[in-house]
């Protein structure tokens, strides 16, 4: 178990820089997921911590000391592949056990023939069995250990590769992307499976993902990353709640939140399609601004029920996706063009055919973001008397 | 209706059979006539192997011997020439060959693949480079290099120009270069020095490269003639070309015959060698890419 502390950690692959100054602390047994799409740096992160790549600049810190000096199997990491990469030509037993011969024979031990003469090996060869298949059994590939990779699925792969780092007993487990190759009913259970046994092993696990499902569900904490700087960093429900930035609201959740175009009035709040959000932003009046709602925010409004604020839009059904215990909801809006607006209501909803409707939702609910995409804290949220916020009306006008 | 329909249509078909069966034949006539092409020297050499004199140089041409006279050259060929030394001189020989040319081109074909280091694309362009240079270019420096070394007439002097093979490099790298780079990054990891795994994890997955190049350079070593001739004069260190030279001006002549004979035995172990490896060695050609 261990901490882990980057200092300001820079990589230029050429002129382009990959990663700008990451600083991140990682406590003791803490799950951390960096998460972000293809080509943000998260894998280049992971490789540096591991000590396969080096850093342009900057400095890793395991327990408070450097380890930037160290070579890859000093570091006490280890890590876990989307590839798996398994040694083709050997044994389950073989693979699981290579790190422990690595580190408890010497080289003239592992020699081919001359080997043969070492008296302690036969010794060490029968412990490191024994650790392997305690590991096996932990994973519950015991009856596949003769066998070679090349007969095992995808999932059995997995299990061998994880085997191969928890028989190291490292300080840190890295894992890029361990999941990606498995198929979608394997992942959820893998997911599981990886989040118990971080809780049994209670070893630090920094984790490198592009499925923010798979960063909501079994992080404690978990870093947004994009074009090499982090985002944001925080518990799974900050993220969830209180997105940083546009990038990191539209990454997180699913559906993808809807981002709505508005512009600030002349009282510094936000008018989306027309309809005024009765909140103050700070932001200087006519300059541009996105109002994200999630899906699960938003409602087709029960029919009957006009509240004060209402504004006249037309919002047309456009479709309705059956996820069984609930529905996605894609409506037009005019002023957005063909992108839709998604609401995610539960099964049970009466939400007719493609008819027009009026869309709900509360105006403490949206995040709003300046034009450069950052979180803008709204003050003022008018309040009603009840003490509910104001909620919004984007009314169905006429048919189309 | 019906029947007016299946007609034409049953004429279309055996016509389209018909000119189906009769591409096949034209491509395996060609392809017989090209292998019959090649394969005639060595039928004619096993023909002469055990035809008796006088019956080789009959004016009329004649394909299978009238008197069985095989006995009689073989046992001639390897009582008067030391030929089973020859073909050992040839197996130790493509033995070593192999054994330095692998020892010292799947390191360098490794590195070439998969290490980062500056000068790395110049290497390569000159290993590239190398190939376009024949051997007879360097055959004189080497030349006087081993005779000032005192080192003409050794097994060493055989061997040494053709320890660095250029051509192993080449094609190991283009295989390496395919190795997945998350199993060697895993090995590193794992605590592997990177002599560790060239041998112990990326060696193992190349065997078809491997097996492909032993071939190459088994045949071009076992059929040398052109270097041996140059560096050796003493008998009992031919290889077997150079073994045939010699036997054909001492002992025979023109015994023709008991040449073949000789000729058959020292290439039959080839020919047997390439039999057992086709598989690996067609494998390794698609393999590779070097077609």
């Known amino acids: 178990m261990a901490t882990v502390a980057l200092k300001g950690i820079t990589k230029n692959f050429g002129p382009a820089p990959v990663l700008n100054g990451i600083d991140l602390d990682i406590a003791e047994g803490e799950f951390l997921t960096l998460v972000g799409a293809s080509g943000c740096g998260k894998s280049t992160l992971i490789r540096i911590i591991a000590g396969l790549e080096p850093q342009s600049a900057g400095s890793v810190m395991v327990n408070g000391a450097p380890i930037d000096h160290l070579r890859p199997h000093e570091r006490r990491v280890a890590m876990v592949f989307q590839s798996y990469a398994l040694y083709p030509h050997m044994t389950v037993a073989g693979n699981i056990g290579l790190p422990l011969t690595m580190q408890h024979l010497s080289l003239w031990e592992r020699l081919p023939l001359i080997k043969l003469l070492s008296p302690r090996r036969r010794r060490v060869m029968a412990e490191i069995g024994a650790e392997v298949r305690a590991v096996a059994s932990q994973l519950q590939i015991e009856a596949l250990l003769g066998r070679r990779p090349a007969a095992l699925s995808g999932g059995q792969r997995q299990r061998v590769a994880l085997g191969r780092a928890m028989v190291r007993h490292p300080d840190v487990f890295l894992m890029d992307e361990p999941l990606s190759n498995l198929d979608a009913k394997l992942r959820v259970h893998m997911r599981t499976e990886l989040a118990e046994l971080h809780a049994r092993l209670k070893t630090t696990f920094i984790y490198v993902t592009h499925d923010q499902v798979e960063a909501m569900t079994m992080s404690d904490r978990v870093a947004m990353m994009d074009a090499g700087h982090i985002l944001q960093l925080g518990k799974p429900a900050e993220l969830y709640a209180r997105p940083a930035n546009v990038r990191v609201a539209q990454f997180i959740g699913s559906p993808a939140i809807n981002l709505l175009p508005a512009r600030i009035g002349e009282d510094g709040a936000p008018e989306v399609l027309g309809c005024r959000l009765p909140m103050a932003t700070g932001l200087p009046a006519g300059s541009s601004a996105t109002v994200g709602i999630r899906p699960e925010a938003i409602a087709p409004a029960d029919a009957g029920k006009p509240e004060a604020g209402q504004v006249s839009l037309p919002a047309v059904l456009r479709r309705a996706e059956n996820l069984g215990a609930e529905f996605i909801l894609h409506f037009d809006v005019a002023g957005l063009g063909d992108q839709p607006v998604l609401c995610r209501v539960p099964a049970d909803h009466e939400h007719g055919t493609h008819g027009r409707t009026d869309l709900v939702f509360d105006a403490a609910q949206a995040h709003v973001f300046d034009a450069e995409g950052n979180r803008v804290e709204p003050s003022g949220l008018a309040q009603r008397a009840s003490g509910k916020p104001v909620r919004l009306y984007l009314t169905g006008g006429t048919e189309r | ?291």
């Open chain 2, 1 to 291: 209706m019906r029947a007016a329909q299946a007609k034409p249509a049953g004429a279309g078909r055996i016509v389209r059979l018909a000119g189906r069966l009769l591409g096949g034949v034209l491509v395996h006539g060609f392809l017989l006539a090209g292998a019959a092409f090649m394969l005639l020297p060595f039928v004619w050499m096993l023909v002469t192997s055990i035809k008796p004199p006088d019956e080789i140089f009959t004016a009329t041409l004649s394909f299978w011997p009238k008197q069985f006279y095989g006995y009689e050259n073989y046992s001639f060929a390897l009582t008067s020439a030391p030929l089973l030394r020859f073909a050992l001189n040839g197996v130790l020989i493509c033995a070593c060959i192999l054994v330095v040319q692998l020892l010292v081109a799947i390191p360098c074909g490794y590195a070439l693949a998969k290490l980062r280091f500056p000068g790395r694309q110049t290497l390569f362009v000159l290993t590239l480079l190398a190939l376009a240079i024949p051997v007879q270019v360097p055959a004189l420096p080497l030349y006087i290099a081993l005779a000032d070394l005192g080192l003409l007439n050794t097994y060493f002097a055989i061997m040494v120009p053709f320890f660095l093979s250029v051509f192993a490099i080449f094609l190991l790298r283009q295989f390496f270069k395919g190795f997945p780079d998350d199993i060697i990054q895993a090995a590193r990891l794992d605590g592997m020095s990177e002599f560790e795994i060239v041998w112990r994890i990326v060696t193992p997955s190349a065997w078809p490269a491997i097996a492909a190049f032993a071939v190459f350079s088994i045949v071009a070593h076992w059929n040398d003639l052109y270097w041996p001739l140059i560096v050796i004069s003493d008998v009992k260190l031919a290889p077997p070309p150079l073994g045939m030279m010699f036997f054909a001006d001492a002992e025979t002549g023109s015994n023709y015959g008991a040449l073949t004979a000789a000729a058959t035995i020292l290439t039959a172990p080839l020919v047997v060698a390439f039999l057992f490896a086709r598989r690996r060695f067609i494998d390794g050609i698609t393999m590779t890419g070097v077609k």
